[in-house]
T-cell receptor
């Protein structure tokens, strides 16, 4: 089974600064998808960004970008110009093609004004 | 609404009571997933349906947990003889036939007292 590891239980960033959240995964598959989800206290999972493993170009969504290193099985999330509304739990997730999705344990991000 | 709908949003059950949690996926979504999220942890996979077929139930923690999706749309997660360790948020998610993104509901918060 695939496993997803987030080694940073908590991270803190100053407003307007940049922060990087780490994620590694273990798989024997070559075709899969990777995601970052944001979860505020309401527990609603909100998609932040996604990456197809066959694409070499790193995904970018406004202030959010990823550093996808397929050989190293690493998928980090960079948040630029951090805002107070970015504070939440962030989950890295792996999904094999047409299969279930597995999550990491999460990183709690605090944004300091 | 257009999103994944879950009910009840909040449920308090006495230990030993049976509960049923309902998920109404986005119309046309073939895949449906159930996750269990304990406080302070990431979502843990429970089970996965493609249409009415339950393709993976490896995450169900015990035979007290049962899920069904008889007509390939609405799904019900049933927990028999609830125990305190069943207290968690139960997240339902669905995905379309051709997409790779999973869309989540707001969750059903179960507290067993």
């Amino acid at each position: 089974a695939q496993t997803v590891t987030q080694s940073q239980p908590e991270m803190s960033v100053q407003e307007a600064e940049t922060v990087t959240l780490s994620c590694t995964y273990d798989t024997s598959e070559s075709d899969y998808y990777l995601f970052w989800y944001k979860q505020p206290p309401s527990r609603q999972m909100i998609l932040v960004i996604r990456q197809e493993a066959y694409k070499q170009q790193n995904a970018t969504e406004n202030r959010f970008s990823v550093n996808f290193q397929k050989a190293a099985k690493s998928f980090s999330l960079k948040i630029s110009d951090s805002q107070l509304g970015d504070a939440a739990m962030y989950f890295c997730a792996y999904r094999s093609r047409n299969n279930d999705m597995r999550f990491g344990a999460g990183t709690r991000l605090t944004v300091k004004p | 609404g257009a999103g994944v709908s879950q009910s009840p949003r909040y449920k308090v059950a006495k230990r030993g009571q049976d509960v049923a949690l309902r998920c109404d996926p986005i119309s046309g979504h073939v895949s449906l997933f159930w996750y269990q999220q304990a406080l302070g942890q990431g979502p843990e996979f429970l089970t996965y349906f493609q249409n009415e077929a339950q393709l993976d139930k490896s995450g169900l923690p015990s035979d007290r947990f049962f899920a069904e999706r008889p007509e390939g749309s609405v799904s019900t997660l049933k927990i028999q003889r609830t125990q305190q360790e069943d207290s968690a948020v139960y997240l339902c998610a669905s995905s379309p036939p051709t997409g790779n993104t999973i869309y989540f509901g707001e969750g059903s918060w179960l507290t067993v007292v």
